[in-house]
């Protein structure tokens, strides 16, 4: 490898790698992979359920497992690219991911998927933050804006097309194999990511002097598990008191957090989130206002997919295309997100957020008016309008909390925000998944008809969102508007 930057002519940036669109198709795929496995495993849910005979509270795992180790490793594992190579971390996540899909994919029953799934949501944050880090130093600066807009086109396919290759892929039913391939799937791409990634990807200088925090990362771990674990576990135990023990337990945790981060600072140690951050009181705002608005949506899903297909008889497939219009209208935002640029990002959110709440909110109404059969062309065009307020949201919502973050903190500060925005996710699941589940085992249990009992725990569920949605309008009005910090090139460093 050869460690000589390269410069252009005028010597003050890099110059551009070679096979830089080759290279980058290579990383869209891996980051394609990542994303569809978030959005293709909501349609499999009940596929799964039956076939593994899990109960409620290990089909949350599936889902917030992931989610949860992926969230936790975001910082520590980003970081450790840093220190060790974002080409080397990139290939790695790669490798992982594309074994750990292996794993769930022959699962035997729902404890190794879940175990599978907790690898797998390591694999995707060591593999994530290196994506777009290589990206940005691979392209010179008249080209970055190019490359990025792929990535946000990846993602809408992503989250279009993911339900509905996951209902096609268990309708097909390929070798007797049920839900199955929807993981294995991701081996032949995999594969050849990290064939054709040696090859193309460029080497990024490591940086050795730069440790990971791995106090923090044990404390704040143990925080949001002690309010994660008795949230997903505590109606299958039927809330005993270490339930209760647990949530409380979490407040002293997140204490300890913050003076043990004081304590590095001023040790001048490694911190896994900045105090300064944490001290920044729109930062602070902007990152609870991120996390709630995330907690509504997987959770949303999940209990859809259950009502659909549970509920009202629905194959994977036909959940998946049900589900569609949103994952449309989040598609066709983010195409016209930049024409809307010009309004000023807290009037952009506050319209997103609006349109989501009506969506959801006329769903709701739609929902409660069937009886023994659902019409899902009346849930077309709320899913759609949802999918659209979601996508002109999220831009914006971003843009506006790190605008006031200082430069010296943008790559912090991004990385945080990525993981809090997952924290909510896992936080989002847990509590729409308790309101859902509890009310279902209830109903069912009174001797209420199961379309009935379905249709009011779904209903039930949907009131958190609208709480949600609620909260992040009053934080956009506590946020002040600032402006943007510029980003900083770095070298890349050609093999």
Known sequence: MNSETKTGPAGDEPEAYPTRWLALVVMMAANFMNLLDVTIVNVALPSLQGDLGADSSQIEWVVAGYVLVFALGLLPLGRWGDVKGKKRA??????????????????????????????????????????????????PPKERAAAFSLFGL?????????????????????????????????????????????????AIPAKPGQRNDFVGIAIAASGIFCIIFPLVEGR??????????????????????YQWECRQNARGGPELLPVSLMRNSTYVVGALMTAIFFSSLPGFFLIF????????????????????????????????????????????????????????????????????????THMLPFLLLAGLGLGIAIAPMFQLVLAGVPPHDAGSGSGALQAIQQMGSVFGIAIVSQ????????????????????????????????????????????????HPVDAVAVPVVHD
């Open 154 to 202: 990846s993602a809408g396919l992503a989250s279009v097309s993911g339900p509905i290759i996951g209902g096609w892929l268990i309708g097909m039913n390929f070798f007797d194999l049920g839900w199955r391939p929807i993981f294995l799937i991701n081996i032949p791409i995999g594969i050849m990511a990290v064939i054709l990634g040696a090859r193309l990807i460029p």
């Open 90 to 139: 990139l290939l790695l996540g790669i490798s992982f991911f594309t074994l750990a899909s292996a794993l769930c994919g022959i699962a035997a029953n729902i404890e190794i998927l879940v175990l599978s799934r907790f690898i797998q949501g390591a694999a995707a944050a060591l593999m994530t933050p290196q994506v777009l880090a290589i990206a940005q130093v691979m392209f």
């Open 435 to 482: 309101i859902f589940f509890s009310h279902l085992e209830g109903a069912l249990g009174s001797g209420i008809a199961q379309h009935a009992a379905y249709i009011d725990s779904f209903s039930l569920g949907l009131i958190y969102n609208f709480a949600a949605y609620t909260l992040v309008l009053i934080a956009v009005l506590l946020l002040k508007q600032k």
């Open 305 to 376: 997919a259950m009502f659909l297909q549970s509920g009202f008889g629905l194959t994977p497939l036909q959940s998946g295309l049900t589900t569609m219009p949103f994952s449309v209208g989040v598609f066709f935002a983010s195409i016209i997100s930049g024409r809307i640029g010009n309004i000023a990002p807290r009037t952009r959110i506050a319209i997103g957020v609006v349109m989501v709440f009506v969506g959801m909110l006329a769903l709701r109404f739609v929902v409660q008016d069937f009886s023994d059969s659902i019409e899902r």
């Open 236 to 257: 299958g135990f039927g809330w005993p008191a270490w339930c209760f023990v647990m949530v409380a337990a979490a407040l002293p945790l997140f204490f300890a957090f």
